[in-house]
C-alpha cells in the first residue's frame, strides 16, 4: 500500500508538472458548461436541477479520459522508462494500482471544480440534493471505470494516438449498447433475454440508474467489478510485454 501511494502521489504531480492537466480540466469545464446551460436547454426547462448535466457526462468522458488514459503506459513505453519503472523494488501491482488512483484523482478534482453548477441550482431553485451528490458518485465511478480500460489498452501500445483511438472505440461499444438506438435495433426480433444482456453491459443502464438517485448493489458492482478486470488484464497485458 506504501508503494502504490508513493506512485500515486508521484503521478498526480506530474499531472500538474505539465499543461495538459490545465488544458483538460478547461476544456472539461467549458464542454460541460456548454452542454448544460445551451445544448441541454437548462434555462427553457424551468427546472433547478442538474439532469441535463449528467446526462452528457457518458459522452464527454467518451473523449476526455482516453485523452488521460492514452499515456498512462503507452508514454511510459515509448520513452523507454517502463523498464526502469518495473526494475524496482515495487510490486507490479502497486505501478498499475498506483498509476490509475492518480488518473482517477485528478478526474475526480475535474469533476469537483464543477460545484459551481450544483450550488447554481440551488441558489435558482430548491432541487433533490440527494439525486445530485447520486449523480456525482456515478459521474466519478463511471470515469473510473472508463480509465481502467483505458489503462489496459494503453498498455498494450507504445503510441499515445493508438491508445486514445482503441479507448475511445472500446469505450463506445460499452456506452451505445445500452442506447435506446442499439435497444430497439434488436427489439423487434431478438428475446427481451438477451436485449436485456446487452443492456446491462452498457456505461448507460448503470449509470442512469444512479443519476436517477437510485444507488443499486448491482450498480456499484458492476463499475467495480469492471475497473478490476480491466486492471487485471492490464497487468497481464504488461507482463506479456516484459516476457517478450
Request: charged share 10%.
Amino acid at each position: 500500500m506504501s508503494a502504490t501511494m508513493t506512485i500515486a502521489r508521484r503521478e498526480l504531480a506530474g499531472y500538474f508538472a505539465t499543461p495538459l492537466a490545465y488544458v483538460f480540466i478547461i476544456v472539461f469545464l467549458f464542454l460541460t458548461g456548454i452542454f448544460t446551460f445551451y445544448v441541454g436547454n437548462f434555462f427553457d426547462r424551468g427546472e433547478a436541477d442538474l439532469v441535463p448535466f449528467f446526462s452528457f457526462h457518458p459522452w464527454l468522458y467518451l473523449f476526455l479520459i482516453p485523452a488521460i488514459a492514452m499515456r498512462l503506459w503507452a508514454e511510459e513505453r515509448k520513452s523507454g522508462t517502463i523498464e526502469l519503472l518495473l526494475t524496482l523494488p515495487v510490486p507490479l501491482a502497486a505501478a498499475i494500482i498506483g498509476k490509475f488512483l492518480a488518473a482517477w484523482a485528478f478526474t475526480g478534482i475535474a469533476l469537483a471544480l464543477t460545484a459551481p453548477m450544483w450550488f447554481t441550482v440551488n441558489y435558482l431553485g430548491r432541487p433533490d440534493n440527494g439525486v445530485i451528490l447520486a449523480g456525482y458518485i456515478g459521474s466519478f465511478l463511471m470515469a473510473g471505470a472508463y480509465l481502467a480500460v483505458g489503462s489496459c489498452l494503453s498498455a498494450a501500445t507504445r503510441n499515445q494516438v493508438v491508445a486514445f483511438v482503441l479507448t475511445v472505440v472500446v469505450l463506445f461499444l460499452f456506452t451505445a449498447s445500452g442506447a435506446p438506438m442499439v435497444l430497439d435495433a434488436f427489439s423487434g426480433w431478438a428475446p427481451q433475454a438477451i436485449i436485456d444482456t446487452i443492456a446491462s453491459f452498457s456505461f448507460l443502464t448503470h449509470f442512469n440508474g444512479i443519476v436517477a438517485g437510485v444507488i443499486e448493489a448491482k450498480d456499484i458492482v458492476f463499475f467495480a467489478t469492471l475497473i478490476i478486470a480491466a486492471l487485471g488484464a492490464n497487468a497481464v497485458v504488461i507482463d506479456m510485454k516484459k516476457a517478450s
